[in-house]
């Protein structure tokens, strides 16, 4: 069973790495720019399936591992936070890149079923959504309790339902300002330079929580 006293504390975390305009808050917002509200819901509802995805290969393959060895969860959360910073910074360097990338999406507007397939397989090939699964989700599960896979299956599944208001909301929300949005790429810019620090603080907290444990152990 989850840790219920820690559960608001795992919601915060949560919300934190999905509000940051990631590689899946980055493509539905494009998506929204580009053919509107209907197109980017659509990819938010593939995406979301495709985190869960994501998170369940995580939980059944992690899961097993962690419940037997601390020394696995100290490299996974090691190399998670310090993988984190890595993408921050990348991401921070190469916002000019990526907002010209996102105001250049075609002119040919995706099916429901392309919409929901592209989308899938941008949630389930986001590396911060794996980090995340993979370094800062096992820090709110209960080793001792046992059942490690259930208990990261249901957080995995926690986290696609806050996704999924979260990033609709963003597609919503674009898909309304899109001209404004699109008149400007140092808007764009912006919001992923934004996120990129958003991602480089998670990961030192994360850094910052294996050295704890450490000094505490």
Same mark, same amino acid.
């Given at each position: 069973?989850?840790?219920?006293?820690?559960?608001?504390?795992?919601?915060?975390?949560?919300?934190?790495?999905?509000?940051?305009?990631?590689?899946?808050?980055?493509?539905?917002?494009?998506?929204?720019?580009?053919?509107?509200?209907?197109?980017?819901?659509?990819?938010?509802? @593939?995406? %979301? +399936?495709?985190?869960?995805? !994501?998170?369940?290969?995580?939980?059944?393959? /992690?899961?097993? &591992?962690?419940?037997? #060895?601390?020394?696995?969860?100290?490299?996974?959360?090691?190399?998670?936070?310090?993988?984190?910073?890595?993408?921050?910074?990348?991401?921070?360097?190469?916002?000019?890149?990526?907002?010209?990338?996102?105001?250049?999406?075609?002119?040919?507007?995706?099916?429901?079923?392309?919409?929901?397939?592209?989308?899938?397989?941008?949630?389930?090939?986001?590396?911060?959504?794996?980090?995340?699964?993979?370094?800062?989700?096992?820090?709110?599960?209960?080793?001792?309790? @046992?059942? %490690? +896979?259930?208990?990261?299956? !249901?957080?995995?599944?926690?986290?696609?339902? /806050?996704?999924? &208001?979260?990033?609709? #909301?963003?597609?919503?929300?674009?898909?309304?300002?899109?001209?404004?949005?699109?008149?400007?790429?140092?808007?764009?810019?912006?919001?992923?330079?934004?996120?990129?620090?958003?991602?480089?603080?998670?990961?030192?907290?994360?850094?910052?929580?294996?050295?704890?444990?450490?000094?505490?152990?």
């Amino acid at each position: 069973m989850v840790i219920p006293s820690r559960l608001v504390e795992y919601i915060i975390a949560a919300m934190v790495i999905i509000l940051a305009p990631g590689p899946s808050v980055l493509f539905v917002i494009a998506r929204a720019i580009a053919w509107g509200r209907k197109v980017a819901v659509f990819t938010v509802a @593939g995406n %979301v +399936t495709g985190a869960f995805a !994501l998170s369940s290969l995580v939980a059944f393959g /992690l899961g097993p &591992i962690l419940s037997r #060895s601390n020394l696995a969860y100290s490299a996974v959360q090691w190399g998670g936070g310090g993988y984190l910073v890595y993408l921050g910074i990348s991401a921070i360097r190469a916002r000019k890149v990526h907002a010209a990338d996102m105001r250049n999406q075609g002119s040919v507007v995706p099916t429901f079923w392309r919409s929901v397939r592209d989308g899938f397989w941008v949630g389930a090939l986001n590396p911060k959504g794996l980090v995340f699964y993979a370094a800062v989700l096992p820090q709110f599960i209960d080793i001792d309790r @046992g059942q %490690v +896979t259930s208990q990261l299956l !249901l957080l995995g599944a926690l986290f696609s339902i /806050l996704a999924f &208001i979260s990033d609709g #909301s963003w597609g919503l929300l674009a898909g309304t300002a899109r001209v404004w949005l699109a008149s400007d790429e140092s808007r764009l810019e912006k919001l992923r330079a934004t996120g990129g620090i958003v991602m480089v603080i998670l990961g030192l907290s994360v850094i910052a929580s294996a050295l704890r444990d450490l000094i505490t152990t």
